[in-house]
T-cell receptor
Framework: GAGVSQTPSNKVTEKGKYVELRCDPI?????LYWYRQSLGQGPEFLIY????????DSGLPNDRFFAVRPEGSVSTLKIQRTERGDSAVYLC????????????FGEGSRLTVL | GQNIDQPTEMTATEGAIVQINCTYQ??????LFWYQQHAGEAPTFLSY????GLEEKGRFSSFLSRSKGYSYLLLKELQMKDSASYLC???????????FGPGTRLSVLP
């Protein structure tokens, strides 16, 4: 596609439920990033993929969070046993090369845990 | 550890010049980026500095001093549409990871 696509754009769930957020990066972009952003704050790094492998998952807050990118393109962020504190906008970004490293962001998935 | 600091909010007048500062301490350094984010929208790329000095791009310029861990974004001839949050981000060479600062919310007044 022309840009980074994220679905769903909005997700409301109840505490304790399981959630999956999907990211479809720009075609050919090998690097894919997940961030989450709370109101009035900067994006907080969660995980970075280079191809199919997670090159850096140091930002995942705990073992309830997991992400995959099985074919090196689409990625899914999975959150188990959601908590109210997980409510945020989850941003996905992709980039093509390392030299400039410009990130192209999707519009985000707004997660609300009631 | 990694730490990026920016002022929380700034206000300026249409047509004026504003400088948004960013200081950083990161594990390795492979470039500094500025992004613009309008309310409710995704961040968009503005500039990239990897060497010391000033990079100019139209009304926007960005400066970097690696020895001081300091950067600024300079916006000239401010327009109302420049009201947004400005995010400073550092790419560390440890994991090619981008660490973002808290963002500076700029309000441009008529």
């Amino acid at each position: 596609g022309a840009g980074v696509s994220q679905t769903p754009s909005n997700k409301v769930t109840e505490k304790g439920k399981y959630v999956e957020l999907r990211c479809d990066p720009i075609s050919g972009h090998t690097a894919l990033y997940w961030y989450r952003q709370s109101l009035g704050q900067g994006p907080e790094f969660l995980i970075y993929f280079q191809g199919t492998g997670a090159a850096d998952d140091s930002g995942l807050p705990n073992d309830r969070f997991f992400a995959v990118r099985p074919e090196g393109s689409v990625s899914t962020l999975k959150i188990q046993r959601t908590e109210r504190g997980d409510s945020a906008v989850y941003l996905c970004a992709s980039s093509l090369t390392r030299s400039n490293g410009e990130l192209f962001f999707g519009e985000g998935s707004r997660l609300t845990v009631l | 550890g990694q730490n990026i600091d920016q002022p929380t909010e700034m206000t300026a007048t249409e047509g004026a010049i504003v400088q948004i500062n960013c200081t950083y301490q990161t594990s390795g350094f492979n470039g500094l980026f500025w992004y613009q984010q309008h309310a409710g929208e995704a961040p968009t790329f503005l500039s990239y500095n990897v060497l010391d000095g000033l990079e100019e791009k139209g009304r926007f310029s960005s400066f970097l001093s690696r020895s001081k861990g300091y950067s600024y974004l300079l916006l000239k001839e401010l327009q109302m549409k420049d009201s947004a949050s400005y995010l400073c981000a550092v790419m560390n060479n440890y994991g090619q990871n981008f660490v973002f600062g808290p963002g500076t919310r700029l309000s441009v007044l008529p």
